[in-house]
């Protein structure tokens, strides 16, 4: 489905700023795989995802999806078929236009948008019908400007923007961090819901590492650029957080150096 | 009743210039890019308008060509833009300046006169015996509602919701497939368009094309955008929205003509218009300051 071989990216090359975010990594994920991915500030987590996304150019190597090779593919081009919810709630959803406004625009990733008008009266009904099952209230409040809803609010109908048209790709950057744990929580169900009914193929980055353990059937923790450790199936599922504290102390050589993938 | 014909002539002139201020909110306000190209783009509806006029084009063409030119301006700054990614500003002033040159290439003096041709308005006025002032106000309206219209029409569509959404939130129109230089090329031809098209029927209205009759096009934009704002607020539907802004080019030709009225110098005038448009820019802001440090006040209570 996805297959990345030997992409490197370095931010900054040849100055004093130099950073290598992504050393040589290769991956591959296979349809309908759900893969959370773990590591520590700066691992290069959100960079892959871009990667893949298109929002920066790689400096190397290759990306396959869906067997089409899409390494200098632009990013709106890329996202005919890749689905993204950010890790920001303000940056998934139009504010200032309404919410079936929203939903429509995302009801036409990958056509062409021509003079037709913006939203038929079959959209508003189908719309209706798939906020309703959200059960976030949503459904009597479509001509609401987005800009009005709860962080919570956005990150939910970003996921369903986002999968409105199925994807080949599902891309979500600790889509959860900026939420209350009880709202974290339901978005999450709701990503599961999502993602096991349209049988998607996805990758979570997140900083809970009980999340990561329990959601998917795949796990990646990342460092300085690289995969470090690479799990699915029964194995994965036997993990225990200590498991991957250990792991990680193993890789950066450094006794809990990062308070946030203590947490979880 | 010199102050009546002021007026009326107020009304006109606010109508006619109100297209570019509607022009001027397509990009500002919709896109959210500050597009200097409004200058030129102003004065190269009005010269080509005036040199295929002089030469026995059909008036109304000669309207259409010139809106045709403003695009094409409009074109050039989101190519600047997007495609070599200069800043939307520097982009702006690029294509105004260079646009001056060309508009007086293409009228080949400053000052092009229409004394001797056939205009629209010269056409309607002698056809329904009605005075100057008023076949502007007539021809000001009717093509503002129609302007108004298919505007309405057209940021209703897929492509112009995709426009929209650019100036609000412009990585998530990408991540939703969207190719968002197309959308911010099309909004600045769109506006240029109008604002063109503004310059053209002006034009035609007074008679004669001039190399600095943008000048300061911009801000007089700007000041009917805000007084439109201030005046009906920014809710309301899309077309009242863009009525209100034609009205607020009205209210800001009443200003003028009144403070003209009073005895202040036309050469003045562009500093007022500025001071106008500041201000009525950092009213809003002030105001919000204000409101927060005095309900802190109250909510805080005196210090221990
Ligand atoms: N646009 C950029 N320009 C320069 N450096 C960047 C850029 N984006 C990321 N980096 C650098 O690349 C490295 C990897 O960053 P990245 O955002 O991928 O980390 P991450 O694993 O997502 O971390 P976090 O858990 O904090 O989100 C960091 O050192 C970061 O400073
Ligand atoms: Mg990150």
Same mark, same amino acid.
């Given at each position: 489905?996805?297959k990345?071989r ?8 040849g100055? #004093? ?7 040589n990594i ?6 309908g ?12 987590k ?8 298109? #929002? ?5 190597? $290759?990306i $396959?999806?869906?067997?089409k090779?899409i390494s +200098?593919?632009?990013e709106h081009?890329r996202a005919q078929?890749?689905?993204r919810v950010f890790?920001?709630?303000?940056l998934?959803t139009a504010?200032?236009?309404?919410i079936?406004?929203?939903l429509?625009?995302a009801n036409?990733?990958?056509m062409?948008?021509g003079?037709r ?10 719309? $209706? ?11 009597d409040?479509m ?12 990150q939910?109908?970003?996921?369903l923007m986002?999968t ?5 790709? +599902?891309l979500l ?5 900026a939420?209350?744990p009880r709202?974290a929580h339901?978005v999450?169900?709701?990503t599961?819901?999502?993602v096991?009914?349209?049988k998607l193929t996805?990758?979570m980055?997140t900083?809970?590492?009980?999340d990561?353990i329990n959601?998917?059937?795949?796990l ?6 690289r #995969?470090i $450790?690479?799990?699915?199936?029964e ?5 225990k957080?200590?498991?991957l504290l ?9 006794v ?5 993938m203590?947490?979880g | !009743?010199?102050?009546?014909?002021? !007026?009326? %002539?107020?009304?006109s002139? /606010?109508?006619l210039?109100?297209?570019?201020? =509607? ?5 500002y306000?919709i896109l959210d890019i500050?597009?200097?190209?409004v ?6 509806g *009005?010269a080509v ?10 008036p109304?063409?000669a309207l259409?060509l010139?809106?045709?030119?403003g695009?094409?301006a409009?074109?050039?700054? *989101?190519?600047l833009h997007?495609?070599c990614?200069i ?10 300046i260079?646009?001056?040159s ?5 009228m /080949? ?9 056939d205009?629209?308005f ?5 056809m329904?015996g009605l005075?100057?002032t008023?076949?502007?106000? @007539?021809? *000001?309206?009717?093509?503002?509602i129609?302007i108004?219209a298919?505007?309405?029409w057209y940021?209703g569509?897929?492509? %112009?919701?995709a426009i929209?959404?650019? /100036?609000n939130n ?8 969207v190719n968002?230089?197309v959308t911010k090329?099309l909004?600045?031809?769109? &506006? ?6 503004? &310059?053209a029927?002006v ?5 004669y094309?001039d190399?600095? !009759?943008?000048?300061g096009a911009i801000?007089i934009g700007l000041?009917? @955008? ?13 077309a009242f929205?863009?009525t209100s802004i034609i ?6 030709r009443?200003i003028?003509?009144i403070?003209?009225?009073?005895g ?5 005038l ?5 001071i =106008?448009v500041a ?5 809003p ?9 005095a309900m802190y006040?109250?909510l805080?209570?005196?210090?221990e």
């Amino acid at each position: 489905m996805l297959k990345i071989r030997n992409v490197s990216k370095t931010f900054n090359p040849g100055t #004093v700023n130099e950073k290598k975010a992504l050393n040589n990594i290769n991956l591959e994920v296979h349809d309908g795989d759900f893969i959370t991915i773990i590591g520590g500030n700066g691992a290069g987590k959100s960079t892959l995802m871009n990667m893949i996304a298109g #929002v920066y150019p790689i400096d190397c190597g $290759y990306i $396959y999806l869906a067997d089409k090779n899409i390494s +200098l593919l632009k990013e709106h081009q890329r996202a005919q078929i890749i689905g993204r919810v950010f890790q920001d709630p303000m940056l998934g959803t139009a504010s200032d236009m309404a919410i079936q406004e929203n939903l429509a625009m995302a009801n036409r990733r990958g056509m062409k948008r021509g003079l037709r008008w913006g939203i038929t009266k079959e959209e508003k009904e189908f719309f $209706y019908k798939t906020l309703q099952r959200l059960g976030l209230g949503l459904e009597d409040r479509m001509t609401v400007k987005v800009g009005l809803l709860s962080g919570g609010q956005r990150q939910a109908l970003t996921l369903l923007m986002a999968t409105l048209k199925k994807p080949k790709l +599902l891309l979500l950057d600790e889509h959860t961090a900026a939420l209350d744990p009880r709202t974290a929580h339901k978005v999450l169900k709701i990503t599961e819901e999502i993602v096991d009914e349209q049988k998607l193929t996805a990758l979570m980055v997140t900083h809970n590492m009980q999340d990561a353990i329990n959601i998917g059937n795949r796990l990646i923790m990342m460092h300085e650029g690289r #995969v470090i $450790y690479d799990v699915k199936g029964e194995e994965k599922k036997r993990l225990k957080v200590e498991d991957l504290l250990k792991k990680f102390e193993e890789a950066s050589g450094d006794v809990f150096a990062n308070d946030r993938m203590m947490l979880g | !009743m010199s102050i009546l014909l002021a !007026m009326q %002539g107020a009304l006109s002139q /606010g109508v006619l210039w109100g297209l570019m201020a =509607l022009g001027v909110y397509i990009t500002y306000r919709i896109l959210d890019i500050a597009d200097l190209t409004v200058d030129g783009s102003f004065a190269t509806g *009005g010269a080509v308008c005036a040199v295929c006029v002089v030469n026995g084009v059909d008036p109304i063409l000669a309207l259409l060509l010139a809106t045709i030119a403003g695009a094409v301006a409009g074109f050039v700054t *989101g190519f600047l833009h997007t495609k070599c990614e200069i800043p939307a500003i520097l982009a702006g002033i690029l294509t105004q300046i260079g646009l001056y040159s060309i508009n007086l290439r293409i009228m /080949g003096r400053s000052n092009t006169p229409l004394l001797k041709s056939d205009t629209l308005f010269k056409n309607i006025s002698e056809m329904t015996g009605l005075s100057s002032t008023w076949t502007a106000l @007539i021809i *000001g309206i009717i093509v503002s509602i129609v302007i108004v219209a298919i505007l309405y029409w057209y940021f209703g569509t897929e492509i %112009g919701s995709a426009i929209r959404a650019t /100036g609000n939130n412009e990585q998530m129109v990408r991540a939703l497939g969207v190719n968002t230089s197309v959308t911010k090329i099309l909004g600045l031809m769109i &506006g240029n368009a109008l604002i063109s098209l503004s &310059g053209a029927l002006v034009t035609q209205s007074q008679g004669y094309a001039d190399i600095k !009759m943008g000048i300061g096009a911009i801000v007089i934009g700007l000041a009917s @955008i805000v007084i439109g704002e201030v005046i009906f607020g920014q809710k309301g539907n899309f077309a009242f929205r863009l009525t209100s802004i034609i009205v607020g080019s009205i209210i800001y030709r009443i200003i003028v003509a009144i403070v003209l009225q009073m005895g202040m110098n036309t050469d003045d005038l562009k500093l007022l218009t500025a001071i =106008l448009v500041a201000i009525a820019l950092s009213v809003p802001v002030l105001i919000s300051k204000r409101n927060q440090v005095a309900m802190y006040k109250k909510l805080t209570g005196k210090e221990e």
